[in-house]
């Protein structure tokens, strides 16, 4: 919801009673009787170049005899200009605090994709670090509030101890936090102030230095690759091993490693703060963010943000520390950042973006108007223009964050009491409110997506069940082993806020990242919402485990067949199967009285034991029969698989490989410049060249040619940690004219070329991909929001395994494909066709869009503009587009938006609907030989569309058969 103004100054007001008892011309406090490390303390002068950037919690360190300050351990201090600190030499500081610090306690949270381990320690007073396993058993105690009663946990809340949990480095390039987190761990465990004291005393702080630690690793490869060289730095072309920046938005779908890490820990310790630190902002935005919150918030976690956000911006402004303040940047809508994850089980998370670490000085830095403004909610703004250094970003986050900490430590109570009753909360409302509970049909076409989307959820902590026998609540009628996520259980806010239909509406401040992620419409599962607590009593057994599918073969006979039901294992079975012969039907049919779909996966004369193995190990079913089914087929062969990556961006594209290689699709992965070299057919039948999330003159562009000094990318004695995934001596020059030529040439030649986003953009715009034009609609808004798109051409083999005729899709503002005359789906589609219709966009915050029907077969989609005169292909175009000849070759739309606006949106945000009426969403477009295959949808987006996955898989399993289903070409 937005908060009005008055709300928050009255909030305001409340805080100040809060604040830290320090006035700006209060005396200074006596000076502590522990030995203080001068030298340490002149090097923090020496680098504070802008004295206005100190508080008295930061401008000493006291002396330890036993404990090794980061000046002794690392012969520098966090803040020291030129210079960064690797990961394993954090983790090493860490080891030796908590060997040399009764206060300290190191854990390991588990490793991440390329080995390295993601650490956390645990500071606190010793008495209560040896009863830390007590503190783990009371904080779970009020995470549950089914097994405690309310005088257990009142007695909890005034005796026990919260856990705030500091996480940093998850953006590699934001490199502060982790410099900081050095410094404040040795003061937390060595300070002797009654300040400090207080937070140990009183608190137990967790500190994650290091999330993302592959990136860490190379980010400071790199930085010191152009120090030392004087040569340009190679760009954080990779971080982790598949995502940069988006590995802040894997909380929903939980697929990298750093993001199990920290749920496992979340689950295990129920910390009562998240504080994830970021850089990106000037000089400290600590977060509340602007509003929408997200509806499935519980109202304390808003408050909760303003409590402490202006505590921090008071104490800071109080103590003369410009640009501290609060209020803008974000909105609090998506639960997908890694902060999430507390406040999707109760907890308390929040965040800060700091002025970067550098760590350059930054001499002169300018500041805009937008920024330094006085608001009410930037008191003290930031300077137009200053003097910026490391130091200044160590001393302002340390403050900041020592405030909070000390915050949190002395109203431990209240913030013990607000995760007990953020707990009892959530269980109330599954008794009495709205949702009482989610039922998932087991019975499903895609059971192992189900299975997979259960499975997910439980690693999240929800609760599920299975019904023990058929009954009928609310309307909904449950069939024995369906499964059950009950509203009455601790984490039902999670459930909350992944199953619920999102409403953003663009009258509201622009969203800060996707509007609509409804877990069972990304995953294209049923499920079914009950409003009728009398599902509580009906009998069920809670999951104790993962479910596992029995995969099966029954029946007798030498052919297998494996009905192509969408679910993502069946395209394993090719790969696992590599030598087998296979087939996929052209069409659907009927055997034995069993209905197969087109797709359908049939083995003549298979082996069966081979066969029965890779079924069992990948949870499938088939069936064996006697004779082949009447149905025309074709052959799904194992094709060689070309992965095309640019050196410019590897942001997007991870997500296509972290579905590849779970599924275990094999591929060689290289880089656009080969492309350049040709002979690219001769080496693969397909080519998956995903977005590079740039536009199409900077994707051909590539890195550009600025110098003569070559740009290495590769592992050496001066970056050990680069190269793991791809390498070459010099990353310049992209893809180039004479790239998109090639890949033109191995299309004409056979292969078939994959891509979406700002690829597809590419191909049209240079004219590679004939009769796809794209357009920028001004009218149209939308920011990553669920769509419902419609299959135009059943009889596709890129629609194989689907059997409705519309598909929840993922879509976000870009590409907007139009497609000439001739390309406008003339395959089936029949309005009254099988398939569930889905709802569209209601409430939780808007009142619902009107329906529409389904009107006749869509109209022919508008031609294009024109030709792009830009291509680079000259008289290389194909001799039907030279001197005005009719085209021979059609590009066949597969799926599209709905003919209405009204019928578009399914959750999220969209503003102009209009603009994206009948445009496509799937496109094949045939040139030569091959096939090109467009995606204007997201097929594989943040490990969250897995429903979707297999518009992609059909083009890598049929990738020589696309003409199959094809209606007769149309006469010139």
């Not at 590995?247 to 703060?273: A, C, S, Y």
């Not at 350059?360 to 200053?386: A, F, M």
């Not at 949870?619 to 799904?636: D, Q």
């Not at 294009?864 to 059609?890: C, E, I, M």
């Amino acid at each position: 919801m937005n908060r009005s103004l008055p709300s928050i100054r009255a909030l305001t007001l409340a805080c100040a009673a809060l604040a830290v008892p320090l006035a700006l011309n209060a005396e200074p406090p006596a000076a502590p009787v522990q030995p203080q490390d001068e030298e340490y303390a002149r090097l923090i002068q020496q680098h504070l170049i802008d004295k206005r950037f100190t508080t008295e919690l930061v401008d000493h360190m006291p002396l330890s005899d036993t404990v090794p300050s980061p000046l002794k351990f690392f012969g520098r201090i966090p803040g020291t200009p030129d210079e960064l600190t690797y990961a394993k030499d954090i983790q090493r500081y860490y080891e030796e605090l908590a060997r040399t610090s009764p206060r300290v306690k190191f854990m390991k949270l588990g490793t991440t994709e390329e080995g390295r381990d993601q650490i956390v320690i645990a500071i606190a007073d010793e008495a209560t670090l040896a009863k830390l396993d007590q503190v783990k058993a009371d904080l779970a105690a009020l995470g549950d509030p089914r097994r405690t009663n309310e005088a257990q946990a009142r007695q909890i809340i005034a005796n026990g101890k919260p856990i705030y949990w500091v996480t940093s480095g998850i953006h590699s390039p934001e490199t502060g936090g982790p410099e900081m987190l050095i410094e404040l761990a040795y003061r937390l465990a060595v300070e002797e102030t009654p300040f400090i004291q207080n937070i140990r005393n009183n608190m137990v702080t967790f500190i994650t230095p290091v999330v993302e630690v592959d990136g860490r690793e190379k980010q400071v490869d790199t930085y010191y690759y152009g120090k030392k060289t004087g040569k340009a730095r190679p760009p954080l072309v990779y971080w982790g091993k598949y995502v940069a920046h988006d590995n802040n938005r894997d909380g929903m779908g939980q697929f990298l490693k750093l993001t199990q890490n920290i749920t496992r820990g979340v689950l295990e310790w129920h910390p009562t703060v998240l504080h994830d630190l970021h850089e990106a902002q000037s000089y400290l935005y600590t977060s509340t963010g602007t509003g929408p919150y997200n509806p499935s918030l519980d109202p304390i976690q808003s408050n909760e943000w303003w409590l402490l956000a202006e505590t921090e911006v008071m104490e800071m402004t109080k103590r003369g520390v410009p640009g501290v303040w609060t209020y803008g940047f974000y909105d609090g809508w998506v639960p997908n950042y890694l902060f999430w994850i507390a406040q999707t089980h109760n907890s308390f998370g929040r965040f800060y973006e700091v002025q970067s670490y550098g760590p350059d000085i930054q001499k002169g830095l300018k500041l805009g108007p937008t920024v330094t403004s006085r608001e009410w909610y930037r008191p003290n703004p930031p300077l137009p223009e200053i003097d910026w250094a490391p130091r200044n970003n160590t001393n302002i986050q340390e403050s900041a964050l020592l405030f909070a900490l000390h915050r949190v430590a002395t109203d431990h109570s209240l913030y013990l009491e607000n995760y007990w009753v953020k707990s009892k909360n959530a269980i109330t409302a599954g008794q009495t409110g709205k949702i009482n509970a989610w039922v998932i049909p087991a019975q499903q076409v895609a059971s192992l997506n189900v299975i997979d989307m259960v499975n997910e959820l439980r690693h999240q902590g929800v609760e599920i069940s299975t019904a023990n026998q058929a009954f009928t609540a609310g309307g909904v009628q449950v069939a024995a082993g369906d499964y059950i996520i009950r509203g009455d259980q601790p984490y039902r806010t999670l459930a909350d806020m992944y199953l619920s239909v999102q409403n953003y509406p663009a009258s509201n401040p622009r969203p800060y990242d996707d509007t609509g992620w409804t877990m069972q419409f990304m995953r294209n599962v049923d499920l079914k919402t009950v409003s009728d607590p009398a599902i509580l009593q009906q009998p069920m057994t809670l999951l104790a485990a993962d479910v596992t599918p029995p995969g099966t073969i029954t029946g007798t006979g030498s052919t297998i067949l494996l009905n192509h039901t969408g679910e993502n294992e069946l395209v394993s079975l090719r790969f696992k199967l590599k030598g087998a012969k296979m087939l996929a039907a052209e069409a659907p049919f009927e055997l034995g009285g069993k209905n197969y779909a087109a797709g359908t996966f049939i083995l003549p004369n298979a082996d069966r034991a081979s066969v029965e193995r890779v079924v069992r190990e990948l949870g499938l079913r088939g069936e064996a029969v006697t004779g082949m089914p009447s149905v025309p087929t074709h052959a799904l062969t194992a094709p060689r698989i070309g992965y095309m990556h640019s050196w410019l961006r590897t942001q997007d594209e991870g997500w296509w490989r972290a579905a590849l290689d779970t599924y275990g699709i094999p591929y060689t992965y290289f880089a656009d410049i080969k492309a350049r070299a040709g002979g690219l057919r001769a080496k693969y039948d397909i080519i998956i060249y995903p977005t590079v999330g740039t536009s199409a003159r900077e994707q051909v562009i590539g890195v550009a040619m600025n110098g003569s000094d070559p740009i290495p990318y590769k592992n050496s004695a001066l970056t050990p940690n680069l190269g793991k995934l791809d390498s070459a001596d010099d990353i310049r020059g992209g893809l180039g004219q004479d790239g998109l030529a090639e890949l033109k040439k191995f299309v004409e030649q056979g292969g078939t070329l994959i891509g979406d986003g700002s690829t597809v953009e590419m191909l049209a715009e240079y004219g590679v991909a004939e009769g796809v034009s794209v357009s920028k609609p001004s009218e149209l808004f939308t920011k990553g929001a669920i769509m419902r798109g419609v299959f135009t051409d059943k009889a596709s083999p890129l629609a194989y395994g689907y059997q409705g005729k519309e598909l929840p899709i993922y879509f976000s503002e870009a590409p907007v494909l139009t497609i000439s005359q001739g390309g406008r789906g003339m395959g089936y589609f029949d309005p009254s066709g099988p398939g569930v219709r889905l709802s569209q966009n209601t409430t939780p915050n808007a009142g619902s869009a009107p329906l529409s029907t389904w009107g006749a077969q869509p109209a022919p989609a508008e031609k294009p503009a024109g030709t792009d005169t830009t291509s680079p292909f000259g008289s290389q175009l194909p001799v039907s587009r030279r001197g005005g000849a009719d085209p021979t070759q059609f590009p066949r739309v597969v799926m599209q938006f709905p003919d209405k606006g009204d019928d578009i949106l399914l959750s999220g945000m969209l503003s102009g609907s209009q603009a994206l009426t009948r445009k496509a969403l799937i496109v094949d477009v045939p040139d030569g030989k091959g096939h090109m295959v467009l995606y204007a949808l997201r097929p594989f987006w943040r490990w969250q569309t897995q429903g979707s996955y297999f518009l992609g898989f059909n083009a890598i399993l049929n990738w020589d058969h696309l003409d199959a289903g094809a209606p007769a070409k149309p006469r010139p």
